[in-house]
C-alpha cells in the first residue's frame, strides 16, 4: 500500500500543467485523454464570511468527458507504459528500503579504512 500512495504522489499534477495529449484522471472518475484547454476566465464562490472568492478556471476537454476547474487543481497524470513500468520498478524500490513500520530504513556508511 506504501508503494501505491508513493507512486499516486508522483503522478499528481497541477489542472495547469496538463497538456493536449495527456491521460488524467480526477478524484476516481475515469480516466480520458485531453484533447482541448480552454481558459474559462474568471468565476467567483460565495464564502461563508459573506465575500466572494474569485479565481481562474480552465476547462480540459476529451472525446467523451471533460472539467472545469482551477488550474491549481490537482489531478493524476497516467502514464504511457514505458512511464509506468519504470514508475512501478521505482516505487518497488522505494518501498524496500523502509521498515515495518513504514520508515525509510537507515543505511550504514561505510567508511575508508
Do not use: F
Request: aromatic share 6%; proline share 2%.
Amino acid at each position: 500500500m506504501i508503494a501505491i500512495q508513493w507512486m499516486r504522489d508522483r503522478r499528481s499534477v497541477l489542472a495547469g500543467d496538463v497538456k493536449v495529449g495527456d491521460r488524467v484522471q480526477y478524484q476516481g472518475i475515469s480516466k480520458w485523454t485531453v484533447r482541448e484547454i480552454t481558459d474559462c476566465g474568471d468565476c467567483k464562490s460565495l464564502q461563508q464570511d459573506g465575500s466572494w472568492k474569485i479565481y481562474k478556471t480552465i476547462t480540459l476537454n476529451g472525446k467523451e468527458m471533460g472539467l472545469t476547474c482551477s488550474p491549481d487543481h490537482k489531478l493524476e497524470r497516467w502514464p504511457t507504459n514505458a512511464e509506468k513500468n519504470a514508475q512501478i520498478i521505482a516505487a518497488l524500490d522505494y518501498q524496500d528500503n523502509l521498515t515495518k513500520a513504514g520508515t525509510v530504513r537507515k543505511r550504514k556508511v561505510e567508511t575508508a579504512v
